[in-house]
Protein backbone atom coordinates (compact mmCIF):
# COMPACT_ATOMS: atom_id res chain seq x y z
CA UNK A 1 0.00 0.00 0.00
CA UNK A 2 0.91 3.43 -0.78
CA UNK A 3 2.43 6.38 1.78
CA UNK A 4 -1.12 8.05 0.48
CA UNK A 5 -3.21 4.89 0.05
CA UNK A 6 -2.55 4.71 3.96
CA UNK A 7 -2.94 8.10 4.81
CA UNK A 8 -6.77 7.83 3.17
CA UNK A 9 -7.43 4.45 5.42
CA UNK A 10 -6.36 6.07 8.20
CA UNK A 11 -7.83 9.21 7.90
CA UNK A 12 -11.57 7.52 7.00
CA UNK A 13 -10.94 5.53 10.02
CA UNK A 14 -10.37 8.79 12.57
CA UNK A 15 -13.66 9.59 10.50
CA UNK A 16 -15.70 6.81 11.57
CA UNK A 17 -14.34 6.86 15.54
CA UNK A 18 -15.41 10.35 15.90
CA UNK A 19 -18.51 9.81 14.08
CA UNK A 20 -19.19 6.89 16.36
CA UNK A 21 -18.14 8.96 19.60
CA UNK A 22 -21.01 11.23 19.35
CA UNK A 23 -24.65 10.64 19.71
CA UNK A 24 -27.00 10.46 17.85
CA UNK A 25 -29.22 13.39 17.48
CA UNK A 26 -32.58 11.39 17.21
CA UNK A 27 -33.03 7.60 17.72
CA UNK A 28 -36.80 6.11 17.58
CA UNK A 29 -38.30 2.83 18.07
CA UNK A 30 -39.10 -0.21 15.76
CA UNK A 31 -42.57 1.46 14.55
CA UNK A 32 -41.11 4.99 14.32
CA UNK A 33 -44.04 6.32 17.33
CA UNK A 34 -41.44 6.60 20.13
CA UNK A 35 -39.02 9.08 19.55
CA UNK A 36 -35.71 10.25 21.42
CA UNK A 37 -33.72 13.13 21.27
CA UNK A 38 -30.35 13.10 23.89
CA UNK A 39 -27.42 15.47 23.40
CA UNK A 40 -25.41 17.31 26.43
CA UNK A 41 -26.52 20.56 27.75
CA UNK A 42 -23.57 22.55 29.66
CA UNK A 43 -22.38 18.84 30.62
CA UNK A 44 -25.85 17.71 31.47
CA UNK A 45 -27.31 14.13 29.67
CA UNK A 46 -31.28 15.54 28.33
CA UNK A 47 -33.23 13.45 26.66
CA UNK A 48 -36.63 14.83 24.72
CA UNK A 49 -38.92 12.41 24.34
CA UNK A 50 -41.90 12.62 21.83
CA UNK A 51 -44.84 10.33 20.71
CA UNK A 52 -46.52 9.98 17.36
CA UNK A 53 -44.39 13.38 16.58
CA UNK A 54 -45.63 15.33 19.68
CA UNK A 55 -43.10 16.41 22.66
CA UNK A 56 -44.33 14.08 26.07
CA UNK A 57 -41.55 15.30 28.38
CA UNK A 58 -38.14 16.55 28.95
CA UNK A 59 -35.59 14.16 31.36
CA UNK A 60 -32.09 15.02 32.76
CA UNK A 61 -30.86 11.98 32.87
CA UNK A 62 -28.34 9.95 35.02
CA UNK A 63 -26.37 10.51 38.85
CA UNK A 64 -25.98 14.39 40.48
CA UNK A 65 -22.59 14.37 38.91
CA UNK A 66 -20.42 17.44 37.64
CA UNK A 67 -19.85 18.44 33.91
CA UNK A 68 -19.37 15.32 32.00
CA UNK A 69 -18.32 14.77 28.29
CA UNK A 70 -19.54 11.46 26.16
CA UNK A 71 -16.75 9.06 25.18
CA UNK A 72 -18.31 6.65 23.03
CA UNK A 73 -21.92 5.86 22.34
CA UNK A 74 -23.25 2.21 20.67
CA UNK A 75 -26.46 1.49 19.37
CA UNK A 76 -28.32 -2.00 19.25
CA UNK A 77 -31.80 -2.92 17.85
CA UNK A 78 -33.86 -5.94 18.95
CA UNK A 79 -36.70 -7.22 17.61
CA UNK A 80 -38.71 -10.39 19.20
CA UNK A 81 -41.18 -11.98 21.66
CA UNK A 82 -40.71 -13.96 24.74
CA UNK A 83 -43.39 -16.26 26.63
CA UNK A 84 -44.53 -15.83 29.88
CA UNK A 85 -44.93 -18.44 32.62
CA UNK A 86 -48.58 -17.42 32.87
CA UNK A 87 -50.39 -13.87 31.51
CA UNK A 88 -53.39 -12.74 28.93
CA UNK A 89 -51.21 -13.62 25.87
CA UNK A 90 -48.92 -16.54 24.98
CA UNK A 91 -46.50 -14.11 23.53
CA UNK A 92 -45.58 -10.51 24.36
CA UNK A 93 -43.30 -8.72 21.83
CA UNK A 94 -40.45 -7.43 23.01
CA UNK A 95 -39.26 -4.44 20.02
CA UNK A 96 -36.56 -1.64 20.85
CA UNK A 97 -33.94 0.17 19.75
CA UNK A 98 -30.73 0.85 22.49
CA UNK A 99 -28.31 3.39 23.06
CA UNK A 100 -25.99 3.10 25.50
CA UNK A 101 -23.54 6.24 26.25
CA UNK A 102 -20.69 6.19 28.09
CA UNK A 103 -20.05 9.37 30.17
CA UNK A 104 -16.71 10.92 31.60
CA UNK A 105 -15.01 14.30 33.52
CA UNK A 106 -12.97 16.28 31.76
CA UNK A 107 -9.78 14.74 30.78
CA UNK A 108 -10.53 11.49 31.97
CA UNK A 109 -9.53 8.88 29.63
CA UNK A 110 -12.02 5.80 31.16
CA UNK A 111 -15.57 6.02 31.64
CA UNK A 112 -17.11 7.38 34.94
CA UNK A 113 -20.48 6.97 34.25
CA UNK A 114 -23.19 4.76 32.03
CA UNK A 115 -26.58 5.46 30.45
CA UNK A 116 -28.74 2.80 28.73
CA UNK A 117 -31.65 4.33 26.60
CA UNK A 118 -34.16 2.39 25.33
CA UNK A 119 -37.02 3.37 23.02
CA UNK A 120 -39.47 0.47 22.84
CA UNK A 121 -42.87 0.35 20.76
CA UNK A 122 -44.42 0.81 24.33
CA UNK A 123 -42.68 3.87 25.96
CA UNK A 124 -39.21 4.93 26.93
CA UNK A 125 -36.69 3.84 29.72
CA UNK A 126 -33.31 4.38 30.76
CA UNK A 127 -30.88 3.11 33.52
CA UNK A 128 -27.44 4.66 34.83
CA UNK A 129 -24.64 2.59 36.20
CA UNK A 130 -21.70 4.26 37.92
CA UNK A 131 -18.68 3.46 39.58
CA UNK A 132 -18.34 4.21 43.51
CA UNK A 133 -14.67 4.09 45.08
CA UNK A 134 -13.57 0.74 44.60
CA UNK A 135 -11.03 1.25 48.00
CA UNK A 136 -13.81 2.29 50.45
CA UNK A 137 -17.31 3.02 50.41
CA UNK A 138 -19.07 5.25 48.63
CA UNK A 139 -23.13 6.67 48.85
CA UNK A 140 -25.68 7.67 46.42
CA UNK A 141 -27.70 10.02 48.04
CA UNK A 142 -31.02 10.77 45.12
CA UNK A 143 -30.74 10.42 41.27
CA UNK A 144 -30.74 13.53 38.74
CA UNK A 145 -33.06 11.85 36.75
CA UNK A 146 -36.74 13.20 36.59
CA UNK A 147 -39.13 14.15 34.04
CA UNK A 148 -40.65 18.00 33.40
CA UNK A 149 -44.38 17.20 31.23
CA UNK A 150 -45.75 20.23 29.11
CA UNK A 151 -48.42 22.77 30.28
CA UNK A 152 -51.83 21.88 31.91
CA UNK A 153 -50.54 18.12 32.47
CA UNK A 154 -53.02 16.27 35.18
CA UNK A 155 -51.56 13.10 37.05
CA UNK A 156 -53.59 10.08 38.60
CA UNK A 157 -51.62 9.27 41.84
CA UNK A 158 -51.68 7.84 44.94
CA UNK A 159 -50.15 9.54 48.21
CA UNK A 160 -47.94 7.17 49.75
CA UNK A 161 -50.00 6.93 52.56
CA UNK A 162 -52.87 6.11 50.83
CA UNK A 163 -54.06 2.57 48.87
CA UNK A 164 -56.70 4.32 46.17
CA UNK A 165 -56.36 6.58 43.36
CA UNK A 166 -58.53 10.06 43.87
CA UNK A 167 -62.11 10.52 42.21
CA UNK A 168 -60.24 13.45 40.03
CA UNK A 169 -57.02 13.96 38.75
CA UNK A 170 -54.38 16.56 40.45
CA UNK A 171 -53.11 19.49 38.13
CA UNK A 172 -49.34 18.60 38.51
CA UNK A 173 -48.51 22.32 39.18
CA UNK A 174 -50.71 21.92 42.14
CA UNK A 175 -48.51 18.65 43.56
CA UNK A 176 -45.43 21.03 43.64
CA UNK A 177 -43.38 20.48 46.89
CA UNK A 178 -46.33 18.50 48.39
CA UNK A 179 -45.53 14.19 49.90
CA UNK A 180 -44.22 11.65 47.89
CA UNK A 181 -46.68 9.66 45.57
CA UNK A 182 -46.27 6.26 44.64
CA UNK A 183 -46.05 4.67 41.60
CA UNK A 184 -47.13 4.17 38.67
CA UNK A 185 -47.91 7.68 38.86
CA UNK A 186 -49.98 8.15 35.20
CA UNK A 187 -49.94 11.81 33.07
CA UNK A 188 -52.61 12.67 30.83
CA UNK A 189 -51.01 15.52 28.52
CA UNK A 190 -53.79 17.51 26.65
CA UNK A 191 -53.71 17.24 22.70
CA UNK A 192 -50.74 14.45 23.31
CA UNK A 193 -51.49 11.54 25.21
CA UNK A 194 -51.44 9.69 28.56
CA UNK A 195 -47.48 8.84 29.97
CA UNK A 196 -47.42 6.49 33.18
CA UNK A 197 -44.22 6.77 35.03
CA UNK A 198 -42.78 3.15 36.27
CA UNK A 199 -39.75 1.48 37.68
CA UNK A 200 -38.43 -2.16 37.03
CA UNK A 201 -35.65 -4.60 37.67
CA UNK A 202 -34.99 -2.54 41.15
CA UNK A 203 -31.68 -4.80 42.55
CA UNK A 204 -30.10 -3.66 45.60
CA UNK A 205 -31.63 0.00 45.12
CA UNK A 206 -33.28 1.55 47.41
CA UNK A 207 -37.45 1.50 46.31
CA UNK A 208 -38.38 5.25 45.23
CA UNK A 209 -41.53 7.11 45.54
CA UNK A 210 -42.05 10.37 43.46
CA UNK A 211 -42.24 13.85 44.37
CA UNK A 212 -42.66 17.19 42.35
CA UNK A 213 -40.35 19.79 42.52
CA UNK A 214 -38.96 22.36 40.36
CA UNK A 215 -41.28 21.80 37.77
CA UNK A 216 -40.68 18.61 37.66
CA UNK A 217 -41.53 14.58 38.74
CA UNK A 218 -38.38 13.22 40.45
CA UNK A 219 -37.68 9.91 42.13
CA UNK A 220 -36.93 9.77 45.63
CA UNK A 221 -35.65 6.81 48.12
CA UNK A 222 -38.14 5.43 50.19
CA UNK A 223 -35.73 4.52 52.79
CA UNK A 224 -32.22 6.04 53.11
CA UNK A 225 -29.82 5.76 50.59
CA UNK A 226 -27.56 3.77 48.59
CA UNK A 227 -24.10 2.74 49.90
CA UNK A 228 -21.84 0.58 48.71
CA UNK A 229 -18.53 0.14 46.27
CA UNK A 230 -17.65 -0.51 42.58
CA UNK A 231 -20.41 -0.70 40.29
CA UNK A 232 -24.04 0.29 40.95
CA UNK A 233 -26.76 -0.40 38.62
CA UNK A 234 -30.02 1.72 39.24
CA UNK A 235 -33.79 0.58 38.20
CA UNK A 236 -35.07 1.17 35.23
CA UNK A 237 -36.80 4.29 34.90
CA UNK A 238 -39.49 3.78 32.57
CA UNK A 239 -42.58 5.46 31.17
CA UNK A 240 -45.25 3.97 28.96
CA UNK A 241 -46.41 5.72 26.45
CA UNK A 242 -50.37 5.12 24.80
CA UNK A 243 -52.84 7.52 22.71
CA UNK A 244 -54.76 7.91 26.29
CA UNK A 245 -54.70 6.49 29.41
CA UNK A 246 -56.80 3.39 28.39
CA UNK A 247 -54.76 1.64 25.72
CA UNK A 248 -52.02 2.21 28.71
CA UNK A 249 -53.67 -1.19 29.93
CA UNK A 250 -53.43 -3.21 26.52
CA UNK A 251 -49.62 -2.47 26.64
CA UNK A 252 -49.23 -3.29 30.59
CA UNK A 253 -46.29 -5.71 29.60
CA UNK A 254 -44.49 -3.01 28.87
CA UNK A 255 -43.00 -2.96 32.58
CA UNK A 256 -42.24 -7.09 32.35
CA UNK A 257 -40.10 -6.07 29.50
CA UNK A 258 -37.58 -4.09 31.61
CA UNK A 259 -37.27 -7.01 34.12
CA UNK A 260 -34.96 -9.98 33.84
CA UNK A 261 -36.43 -13.33 32.36
CA UNK A 262 -37.33 -16.10 34.23
CA UNK A 263 -34.39 -17.96 36.02
CA UNK A 264 -36.55 -21.28 36.82
CA UNK A 265 -35.91 -24.17 34.22
CA UNK A 266 -38.75 -25.52 34.87
CA UNK A 267 -41.81 -23.67 35.41
CA UNK A 268 -44.57 -26.18 34.46
CA UNK A 269 -45.45 -26.36 38.07
CA UNK A 270 -46.60 -22.68 38.41
CA UNK A 271 -50.56 -22.49 37.62
CA UNK A 272 -52.42 -19.55 37.50
CA UNK A 273 -55.02 -18.65 39.84
CA UNK A 274 -57.20 -16.18 41.47
CA UNK A 275 -56.46 -13.55 44.41
CA UNK A 276 -58.31 -11.46 46.39
CA UNK A 277 -56.32 -8.93 49.06
CA UNK A 278 -57.05 -6.45 50.90
CA UNK A 279 -55.63 -4.04 53.65
CA UNK A 280 -59.04 -3.99 55.88
CA UNK A 281 -62.45 -5.18 54.88
CA UNK A 282 -63.31 -7.07 52.23
CA UNK A 283 -66.50 -8.13 50.59
CA UNK A 284 -67.14 -9.34 47.18
CA UNK A 285 -70.42 -8.39 45.43
CA UNK A 286 -71.40 -9.81 42.31
CA UNK A 287 -74.23 -11.36 40.26
CA UNK A 288 -71.80 -14.33 38.97
CA UNK A 289 -68.90 -15.87 40.05
CA UNK A 290 -67.12 -18.82 38.74
CA UNK A 291 -63.99 -19.66 40.65
CA UNK A 292 -61.47 -22.24 38.76
CA UNK A 293 -58.67 -22.44 41.91
CA UNK A 294 -58.29 -20.69 44.82
CA UNK A 295 -60.83 -17.50 45.66
CA UNK A 296 -60.24 -15.52 48.93
CA UNK A 297 -62.33 -13.32 50.48
CA UNK A 298 -61.55 -12.19 53.53
CA UNK A 299 -65.45 -11.32 54.75
CA UNK A 300 -68.10 -11.34 52.72
CA UNK A 301 -68.88 -13.02 49.19
CA UNK A 302 -72.63 -12.15 47.89
CA UNK A 303 -73.81 -13.74 44.83
CA UNK A 304 -76.75 -14.86 42.67
CA UNK A 305 -74.81 -17.96 41.80
CA UNK A 306 -71.30 -19.27 42.77
CA UNK A 307 -70.08 -21.80 40.55
CA UNK A 308 -66.67 -23.66 39.50
CA UNK A 309 -63.91 -26.62 39.87
CA UNK A 310 -62.02 -24.67 42.70
CA UNK A 311 -61.99 -24.08 46.28
CA UNK A 312 -63.34 -20.70 47.90
CA UNK A 313 -62.57 -19.68 51.50
CA UNK A 314 -64.37 -16.52 53.01
CA UNK A 315 -66.00 -15.16 56.35
CA UNK A 316 -69.46 -15.59 54.61
CA UNK A 317 -70.50 -16.72 51.49
CA UNK A 318 -74.40 -15.88 50.65
CA UNK A 319 -75.95 -17.26 47.28
CA UNK A 320 -78.99 -18.67 45.63
CA UNK A 321 -77.23 -21.41 43.76
CA UNK A 322 -73.46 -22.35 45.14
CA UNK A 323 -71.99 -25.30 43.03
CA UNK A 324 -68.11 -25.72 43.66
CA UNK A 325 -65.69 -28.06 44.21
CA UNK A 326 -64.82 -26.84 48.20
CA UNK A 327 -65.59 -24.51 50.35
CA UNK A 328 -64.76 -23.77 53.59
CA UNK A 329 -66.25 -20.50 55.26
CA UNK A 330 -68.05 -19.01 58.67
CA UNK A 331 -71.61 -19.24 57.54
CA UNK A 332 -73.07 -20.54 54.06
CA UNK A 333 -76.55 -18.99 53.41
CA UNK A 334 -78.15 -20.06 50.38
CA UNK A 335 -80.92 -21.87 48.72
CA UNK A 336 -79.19 -24.69 47.38
CA UNK A 337 -76.06 -26.38 48.19
CA UNK A 338 -73.80 -28.99 45.66
CA UNK A 339 -69.94 -29.50 46.84
CA UNK A 340 -67.86 -31.83 47.00
CA UNK A 341 -66.26 -30.39 50.83
CA UNK A 342 -67.94 -28.38 52.55
CA UNK A 343 -66.07 -26.88 56.34
CA UNK A 344 -68.49 -24.17 57.37
CA UNK A 345 -69.44 -23.19 61.18
CA UNK A 346 -73.13 -22.31 60.19
CA UNK A 347 -75.09 -23.67 57.16
CA UNK A 348 -78.50 -22.11 56.45
CA UNK A 349 -80.04 -24.00 53.18
CA UNK A 350 -84.03 -23.28 52.40
CA UNK A 351 -84.11 -25.79 49.71
CA UNK A 352 -81.43 -28.74 49.63
CA UNK A 353 -77.95 -29.85 50.03
CA UNK A 354 -75.52 -32.56 48.88
CA UNK A 355 -71.87 -32.82 49.72
CA UNK A 356 -70.70 -36.07 48.24
CA UNK A 357 -67.33 -36.78 50.09
CA UNK A 358 -67.46 -35.12 53.10
CA UNK A 359 -69.27 -32.30 55.41
CA UNK A 360 -68.62 -30.95 58.67
CA UNK A 361 -70.02 -27.95 60.41
CA UNK A 362 -71.47 -27.13 63.93
CA UNK A 363 -74.93 -26.11 62.77
CA UNK A 364 -76.94 -27.18 60.20
CA UNK A 365 -80.41 -26.22 58.93
CA UNK A 366 -82.03 -27.73 55.64
CA UNK A 367 -85.02 -29.72 54.40
CA UNK A 368 -82.98 -32.13 52.75
CA UNK A 369 -79.60 -33.38 52.99
CA UNK A 370 -77.68 -35.41 50.88
CA UNK A 371 -74.44 -36.31 52.38
CA UNK A 372 -71.58 -39.17 52.07
CA UNK A 373 -69.11 -38.55 55.37
CA UNK A 374 -70.00 -35.55 57.72
CA UNK A 375 -69.16 -34.35 61.11
CA UNK A 376 -71.90 -32.13 62.18
CA UNK A 377 -72.84 -30.88 65.61
CA UNK A 378 -76.39 -30.26 65.30
CA UNK A 379 -78.32 -30.70 62.29
CA UNK A 380 -81.72 -29.46 61.83
CA UNK A 381 -83.00 -31.29 58.82
CA UNK A 382 -86.14 -33.09 57.55
CA UNK A 383 -84.73 -35.45 55.64
CA UNK A 384 -81.43 -36.61 55.43
CA UNK A 385 -80.01 -39.36 52.38
CA UNK A 386 -76.51 -40.74 53.31
CA UNK A 387 -74.80 -41.53 50.26
CA UNK A 388 -73.50 -45.51 50.40
CA UNK A 389 -69.34 -45.60 50.52
CA UNK A 390 -69.61 -46.08 46.29
CA UNK A 391 -68.31 -43.31 44.70
CA UNK A 392 -71.42 -41.95 42.77
CA UNK A 393 -72.10 -38.47 40.74
CA UNK A 394 -73.81 -35.71 41.45
CA UNK A 395 -76.74 -36.35 39.22
CA UNK A 396 -77.63 -39.63 40.34
CA UNK A 397 -77.49 -38.04 44.41
CA UNK A 398 -79.73 -35.68 43.45
CA UNK A 399 -82.25 -37.72 41.23
CA UNK A 400 -82.19 -40.39 44.18
CA UNK A 401 -82.89 -37.61 46.68
CA UNK A 402 -85.80 -35.71 44.40
CA UNK A 403 -87.23 -38.84 43.85
CA UNK A 404 -87.65 -40.15 47.58
CA UNK A 405 -89.08 -36.79 48.64
CA UNK A 406 -91.83 -36.89 45.23
CA UNK A 407 -92.48 -40.69 46.69
CA UNK A 408 -92.74 -39.75 50.38
CA UNK A 409 -95.11 -36.79 48.98
CA UNK A 410 -97.40 -38.93 46.46
CA UNK A 411 -97.62 -41.54 49.05
CA UNK A 412 -97.72 -40.68 52.79
CA UNK A 413 -100.97 -40.03 54.54
CA UNK A 414 -101.67 -36.30 54.72
CA UNK A 415 -101.84 -35.23 58.40
CA UNK A 416 -105.20 -33.87 59.50
CA UNK A 417 -105.03 -30.50 60.78
CA UNK A 418 -105.79 -29.92 64.59
CA UNK A 419 -109.15 -27.93 63.91
CA UNK A 420 -109.53 -29.77 60.38
CA UNK A 421 -112.80 -31.58 59.78
CA UNK A 422 -112.36 -35.37 58.84
CA UNK A 423 -112.87 -35.86 54.78
CA UNK A 424 -115.15 -38.67 54.31
CA UNK A 425 -114.23 -41.51 51.99
CA UNK A 426 -116.76 -39.83 49.53
CA UNK A 427 -114.66 -36.54 49.48
CA UNK A 428 -111.29 -37.87 49.23
CA UNK A 429 -110.26 -37.21 45.44
CA UNK A 430 -109.73 -39.77 43.02
CA UNK A 431 -106.86 -40.10 41.19
CA UNK A 432 -107.02 -39.63 37.20
CA UNK A 433 -105.42 -42.04 34.86
CA UNK A 434 -102.61 -39.81 34.40
CA UNK A 435 -101.75 -39.92 38.37
CA UNK A 436 -101.80 -43.37 38.66
CA UNK A 437 -99.78 -44.22 35.50
CA UNK A 438 -97.06 -41.49 36.84
CA UNK A 439 -97.41 -43.07 40.15
CA UNK A 440 -96.58 -46.76 38.37
CA UNK A 441 -93.91 -44.98 36.70
CA UNK A 442 -92.19 -43.62 39.79
CA UNK A 443 -92.47 -46.62 41.75
CA UNK A 444 -90.97 -48.54 39.30
CA UNK A 445 -87.62 -46.24 39.50
CA UNK A 446 -87.80 -46.07 43.21
CA UNK A 447 -87.25 -50.16 43.23
CA UNK A 448 -85.25 -50.05 40.43
CA UNK A 449 -82.67 -48.10 42.77
CA UNK A 450 -83.85 -49.35 45.74
CA UNK A 451 -82.46 -52.83 44.20
CA UNK A 452 -79.18 -50.99 43.11
CA UNK A 453 -78.48 -49.63 46.62
CA UNK A 454 -78.96 -53.61 48.20
CA UNK A 455 -76.70 -54.82 45.40
CA UNK A 456 -74.08 -51.95 46.35
CA UNK A 457 -74.76 -52.61 50.08
CA UNK A 458 -73.68 -56.71 49.98
CA UNK A 459 -70.71 -55.48 47.84
CA UNK A 460 -69.89 -53.39 50.79
CA UNK A 461 -70.65 -56.13 53.17
CA UNK A 462 -67.91 -58.40 51.54
CA UNK A 463 -65.27 -55.76 51.65
CA UNK A 464 -66.23 -55.03 55.34
CA UNK A 465 -65.23 -58.67 55.26
CA UNK A 466 -62.34 -58.17 53.95
CA UNK A 467 -61.23 -55.43 56.11
CA UNK A 468 -61.30 -57.97 59.04
CA UNK A 469 -58.58 -59.76 57.40
CA UNK A 470 -55.84 -58.12 59.18
CA UNK A 471 -52.31 -59.65 57.09
CA UNK A 472 -54.35 -58.22 53.93
CA UNK A 473 -54.92 -55.00 55.13
CA UNK A 474 -51.47 -54.40 56.52
CA UNK A 475 -49.93 -55.82 52.97
CA UNK A 476 -51.98 -52.77 51.31
CA UNK A 477 -50.96 -50.53 53.77
CA UNK A 478 -47.32 -51.26 52.91
CA UNK A 479 -47.92 -51.10 49.18
CA UNK A 480 -49.14 -47.77 49.27
CA UNK A 481 -46.60 -46.89 51.71
CA UNK A 482 -44.16 -48.01 49.33
CA UNK A 483 -45.63 -46.63 45.54
CA UNK A 484 -45.91 -43.15 47.26
CA UNK A 485 -42.01 -43.28 48.25
CA UNK A 486 -41.37 -44.39 44.17
CA UNK A 487 -41.09 -48.07 45.07
CA UNK A 488 -42.50 -51.21 44.16
CA UNK A 489 -43.43 -54.73 45.65
CA UNK A 490 -42.17 -58.06 44.47
CA UNK A 491 -43.14 -61.47 45.36
CA UNK A 492 -39.95 -64.38 45.29
CA UNK A 493 -39.80 -67.69 46.14
CA UNK A 494 -38.01 -68.86 49.00
CA UNK A 495 -38.23 -67.74 53.06
CA UNK A 496 -38.02 -65.03 54.21
CA UNK A 497 -34.36 -66.22 55.78
CA UNK A 498 -33.17 -66.76 52.25
CA UNK A 499 -34.70 -63.31 50.26
CA UNK A 500 -33.12 -60.90 53.25
CA UNK A 501 -30.67 -58.50 52.18
CA UNK A 502 -26.87 -59.24 52.78
CA UNK A 503 -24.71 -56.40 54.22
CA UNK A 504 -21.49 -56.18 52.92
CA UNK A 505 -19.02 -55.18 55.39
CA UNK A 506 -16.11 -54.43 52.39
CA UNK A 507 -17.89 -52.30 50.47
CA UNK A 508 -20.34 -50.74 53.51
CA UNK A 509 -23.12 -51.03 51.70
CA UNK A 510 -26.70 -53.45 52.14
CA UNK A 511 -26.61 -55.51 48.70
CA UNK A 512 -29.97 -57.75 47.82
CA UNK A 513 -30.32 -61.29 47.86
CA UNK A 514 -28.81 -63.86 45.58
Given at each position: MSYNAAMKQSLLTLVLLTADA???AVFTSPNGRVACDFALREG???AVVSYDGRRVF???LGFNRAK??????ATRTVKGAWKPVWGFKAEYPENYVEQTVRLKHPGAVQADETLELRC?????AVRAKIVLNVYGSGEIKGERTCWRFAEGAKAWCIPGTESTFPAEPYDLKALEDREAWRMPFTVEIPGVGAASILEANVRDYPRSYLRTSGG???PVFALGTKEGRGEVVSPWRAVQLAADAGKLIETAYFIENLNDPCALADTSWIKPGLSVSDHGNCELVT?????HGHLHVTNGLKAKHISGRGFITAGEVSADIVDVTELECGTVICRRLLAQRVSCGEAMISESAAVSRFFSANYVKAPSLTVAVSEIGEADVDEIVHLTPKPRGMLLTLLLSMLRTFWLRL?????QGRFEKPRTEAEEPSDTPEDTEMKANIAKIVQEVLAQQAAEKAACENDANDADDFELQRMIGTFKLLRSKGYTLRILPGTPEENAPVFDVTAESIQPAA
Open positions: LPAVPVESELEVLDTYDEGFAVRDDVIVTASRP
